[in-house]
């Protein structure tokens, strides 16, 4: 049976999906909806604080925040959150990276930008594997930054002090300035507010403001090419959860027997937009070194259902 004869499935999976993405949207982001139904969700604030997702807790909209950033942030205050640690590697462990794919706002907003009709393009993979390094090259140089922060507030309140003063922000918002929600949530309406009481852009007064402006104004123009462009190569967070992913019991499989390969098919690849090789991956389970955030479409769009969804060795 020839490829162009084989019917392809309908979008069920991506509907289910869209649905989920607007419902937590709108849960992560709850004083919308209690603006609009005027009801007290203040409670869900203290469940949002430890949702494995990027949110800047400096987001009017939420007044909470994503768990990297308060792991990082209790670091560089000098307490070790082992509580948190433990928690953030649990949802990992049991539900991979489903909360990147279908429950974080900011991959809401990429793939809202992706919908938007534009010819989307796949960097040559040399390029696409070096930038995924970028993202582990910023938790790194948080880890650098903070943790000697830390240890200073518990052995030396001088070089404590003097060091705060050194890294400025980044001490009280470390993920802050590597974070597209602290950007669209917090800056940019801050910017538009400035402007419209003032009338005049004092933010680009500063050169490292204007240099910010233009980073992330950049990465939201690359979304309307490259799904998941921030996700992929930027988020601290993604940085993380890709670097145990594999351990996780969650996770896609090939049916080695359903499956034809590249050759006849590669639909698979073709779909991914994470740019991920699926078919150079084993049958036994794909995560693309931890970028997939099982989103499913490999599985929705497979003419001849050949991805499968697994739990541990089920």
């Known amino acids: ?3 162009s004869e084989i019917k392809l499935k309908d979008h069920t999976i991506t509907i289910i999906r869209r649905c989920f993405q607007v419902i937590f949207f709108l849960l992560i982001n709850y004083l919308i909806l209690e603006f609009i139904f005027t009801i007290n969700l203040s409670g869900l604030e203290g469940i949002f604080k430890v949702f494995p997702v990027l949110n800047s807790p400096r987001n009017p909209l939420s007044k909470g925040t994503g768990i990297i950033e308060i792991i990082f942030y209790s670091i560089g205050e000098g307490v070790f959150p082992a509580l948190l ?25 990429q793939d809202i930008m992706t919908a938007i009709p534009t010819k989307k393009r796949k960097f040559k993979p040399k390029t696409h594997n ?4 970028v993202k582990y090259v910023i938790i790194i140089l948080l880890v650098i930054i903070i943790f000697p922060l830390g240890i200073a507030k518990n052995t030396s309140v001088y070089f404590y002090l003097e060091y ?15 974070s597209l929600s602290e950007f669209i949530f917090v800056y940019f309406p801050n910017m538009i507010r400035e ?10 007064n500063d050169f490292g403001s204007f240099v910010i402006f233009a980073f992330y104004i950049a990465i939201i123009a690359f979304s309307l090419w490259y799904p998941r462009f921030y996700c992929r190569y930027f988020c601290p967070y993604a940085a993380i959860a890709s670097a145990i992913s594999d351990y996780s019991f969650l996770k896609l499989a090939r049916n080695p027997v359903k499956c034809v390969g590249r050759a006849e098919c590669g639909i698979c690849e073709k779909v991914c937009p994470k ?13 693309g070194k931890g970028e997939c955030n099982l989103c499913l479409k490999c599985k929705e769009e497979c003419p001849y259902e050949a991805i499968i969804v697994k739990f541990g060795n089920v």
């Open 1 to 3: 049976m020839r490829l």
């Open 85 to 109: 640690i433990g928690i953030f590697f649990i949802i990992i462990l049991f539900t991979n990276r489903f909360f990147c794919g279908w429950v974080c706002p900011i991959g809401t907003i």
């Open 130 to 133: 070096n930038l995924l390094k």
């Open 164 to 178: 705060k003063n050194q890294i400025g922000l980044l001490a009280q918002k470390p993920v802050g300035f590597f």
């Open 195 to 204: 402007f419209w009481l003032t009338g005049n852009l004092l933010f680009f």
């Open 275 to 287: 740019q991920i090789r699926i078919l150079d991956e084993p049958f036994e389970f794909f995560t």
